[in-house]
């Protein structure tokens, strides 16, 4: 069960004349969006990281957290469960710094975070890569999921 902290902010605008003697006010409806991303790794999902979104100062600083870290699924996809007021968040993910995000319309739907925080998208013939800007060392430096690529030779 949800408390009252999980649940977005609303608010009420009073009417400005009593009905029936008695004071009457009006839901002031606000969009609502999904808030989810999808964590890439040079074009890779990654699986299985807690990732923590927070609310979003004009700053673009850290602001209240939006509940619990959630883990990315299969897909590398990380669900706040809950809508949001549409807008910018901050995302924070495992061991990385916090980016800015924005909501979603649609469940389906996933805004792209790439990791590490900062490199550019480089794209070779559709596969994405990164501009090896990276400052720490991936778990599995040396290994490579595709055994066919290989680095380019050297003209003579």
Known sequence: MESDDDLPRAYLARVPFPAGGQVSGVLIPRSMEFLAVRLLLDGYPLIGRNVAFYECTDDEEKGDALGAPVLSDK???????????????????????????????????????????????????????????????SEDAGESEDEDILPMEEEA
Request: hydrophobic share 35%.
């Open 75 to 137: 897909d590398g996809i990380a669900r706040l469960p809950r809508v949001v007021p549409v807008g910018h968040y901050l995302c924070e993910v495992e061991r990385h710094d916090a980016t800015v995000v924005t909501t979603v319309s649609r469940l389906d739907d996933a805004a792209p975070v790439l990791l590490p925080i900062g490199s550019e998208a480089i794209d070779h013939d559709g596969c994405i890569s990164f501009d090896g800007n990276d400052s720490e060392e």
